[in-house]
């Protein structure tokens, strides 16, 4: 499997380049602090998270019911672009969301370590779906990977893919504990070539989670497959992402190597808990507490 993609996609990757590259973007970046306009785009393709042990119903139907009046609360803001939870709260986010154009993710295949059969996770997803939810995310099998076993890697997600039929399938490479670059191109690689529709970062459960040389190596292998066959994979960091510098930075990186196509939805989501209220926050010039955990507005 190595092989044929070394063969089909560049795979290395210069610190020296990743290093000049951002510094460059942190420079732009930094003329953009506290740009409105760009703040509400990075509001608007945040996938809001909550993926607590002590996560119930009534959680699930918190974030639902709290997305579902924001435009009221907020007229003029965009909403978000999703509600992420797991398997178990599709079901009530599903029956309290009444927001349009806000789709349902839910993390399956044994999130967050990957570590149970195939058939197990080709179940839990399919039953994801069947709940109600219009997206997964997935970890590949990080120790499969480690270990050099990219045939199973690839044959997992493609797998995933083909049961989810239509639905999309972000795919985490917790880029935290790839050891280099060239891993993080690779495994990019893998989950595009196998049908990723999104590659994320992380889970959020592990250190370090996104990071914008992760953003950037992962960014270079999205271009490089779409202008090698033709289909455009999106991006997702996630884990850490909790403020708007660091929001504004992974979306110049995105905007410059992927250019503007890519902000929007359909290709570029913030995974967080936090960041939600944070950009609300900064847009309208007053700390709000809208999507907490209370449920309270301000």
């Known amino acids: 499997m190595e092989l044929s993609l070394e063969e089909k996609f560049n795979l290395e990757v210069s610190k020296a380049d990743v290093e000049a590259a951002l510094s460059k973007f942190e420079g732009i970046a930094k003329t953009r602090k506290g740009d409105v306009e760009i703040l509400k785009k990075c509001f608007s393709i945040i996938d809001l998270t909550t993926l607590n042990a002590t996560d119930g ?33 599709v079901a009530a986010v599903r029956e309290n969301l009444t927001a349009e154009h806000v789709k349902i993710a839910s993390v399956a295949a044994g999130f967050p370590a990957s570590q149970t059969f195939i058939d197990i996770k080709l179940s839990e997803c399919e039953m994801a779906i069947e709940q109600g939810a219009d997206e997964v995310d997935v970890v590949i099998s990080v120790g499969s990977f480690l270990e050099g076993d990219y045939f199973t890697v690839y044959s997992e997600l493609q797998q995933i893919k083909e049961v989810v039929e239509d639905a999309h399938v972000k795919v985490i490479l917790e880029t935290g504990v790839l050891p280099e670059f060239r891993d993080i191109k690779l495994a990019s690689f893998l989950a595009m070539e196998a049908g990723a529709d999104f590659i994320k970062t992380s889970t959020g459960k592990l250190e370090p989670a996104a990071t914008p040389e992760a953003v950037y190596v992962m960014c270079l292998a999205i ?46 989501r913030f995974g967080t808990s936090r960041l939600a209220d944070i950009l609300l926050s900064d847009i309208v010039g007053k700390e709000i507490k809208y999507f907490s955990q209370s449920g309270s507005k301000y």
């Open 57 to 89: 119903y009534e959680r699930g139907k918190l974030f639902a019911d709290n997305v579902s009046k924001f435009p009221n609360d907020f007229p003029g803001m965009p909403n978000v672009a999703a509600i992420c939870v797991y398997p178990s709260l």
């Open 223 to 268: 271009k490089e497959y779409y202008e090698k066959s033709g289909r455009k994979v999106g991006i997702k960091p996630a884990g850490g992402v909790s403020n708007s510098d660091d929001a504004i930075l992974f979306y110049t990186i995105v905007e410059q190597v992927l250019g503007p196509e890519w902000l929007y939805p359909g290709l570029f």
